[in-house]
C-alpha cells in the first residue's frame, strides 16, 4: 500500500505571476484580433467565408496542437513547452504583422455553390499565422497543468480563481485594446504590434522568472518499519534538493 504526499506541500510554492501573465496573453492575442479581423480581409478582398475560416483557423489549430503540447510538457516539462507555445505565438504575430504590409496582388477562383473566392498571399500568410499561433496555443492549458502542480489543496481554489481572473482580462482588455489602437491612422498594425511585444514580453519572462514544475507527487510507502521509512526520507530530501 502506498499513500501520496503533493510535491506542493513539500517545496515553496514559486511565483505565480508568469503564469498568469501567459494566460492573459493568451487570451488576449485571441480576442485582440476578432475586432478588425474583418477589415482585414475587406482589405484584401475577402468575403464573409474567407473571415469565418479565418477566425476558426486560431482555434481550429489550437484544438489539434493542445493536447500534443500538453503530452510533451508532461515528460519534457511545463516551462520548457510554455516556452515554446510562446514563441510560436510571437512568430504567428510577426508574420501577421507582415502579412500587413505586403501588396495586395489578388487572383479570383470560382467554386460550386460557394461563389467566387479572392486569392491574394497576404491572406495567405494570415491563414499561416493564425495556424502557427493555433497549433503552438496549449499554453493556456500547459499554465492550468503546472499551476495544478504547484498548487497544494488549501491555496488551490485562490489560485485557479486568480488564473479566471487574468483569463477574463485578457478577454476584456483585447478587444478594448483593439479598439482604442485600431482607430488611429494605422489600422491593424498598432493591435498586431501590442500583442507582439506582449509575446515576446512573455517569453523573457517564462525564461527568467519561472522555474520548471516539480512533479505532483512523490510517492510514498506507508510508514511499515523504521529502516524503510529512513531510506524514503533520504531519497525524498535528496530528491528535493536536487530541484
Known sequence: MFSYTTMA????????????????????????????????????????????????????????????LGKWSDIYGRKKILLLSNVGTAVGWILFLFALFLPSEKSSIQIAFLGTF???????ILFLARAIDGITGGNISIANAYLADVSSDSTRSKNFGK????????????????GILGGTIYGAILP????????????LVIAFLLRESPSKEILVPEETTVRKVFHRNVEIAIRLKTL
Do not use: D
Open 9 to 68: 506541500s513539500l517545496v515553496k510554492q514559486p511565483s505565480l505571476f508568469p503564469l498568469f501573465l501567459v494566460n492573459f496573453v493568451g487570451t488576449l492575442g485571441f480576442s485582440i484580433v476578432l475586432p478588425f479581423l474583418v477589415f482585414v480581409v475587406m482589405k484584401f478582398g475577402g468575403n464573409a467565408i474567407v473571415y469565418g475560416l479565418l477566425a476558426a483557423t486560431y482555434p481550429a489549430f489550437q484544438l489539434i496542437g493542445a493536447p500534443i
Open 118 to 124: 479572392v486569392i491574394a498571399v497576404p491572406l495567405l
Open 163 to 178: 488564473m479566471a481572473i487574468s483569463s477574463n482580462l485578457g478577454s476584456i482588455l483585447g478587444p478594448a485594446l483593439a
Open 192 to 203: 498586431v504590434l501590442a500583442a507582439l511585444i506582449l509575446s515576446l514580453v512573455t517569453i
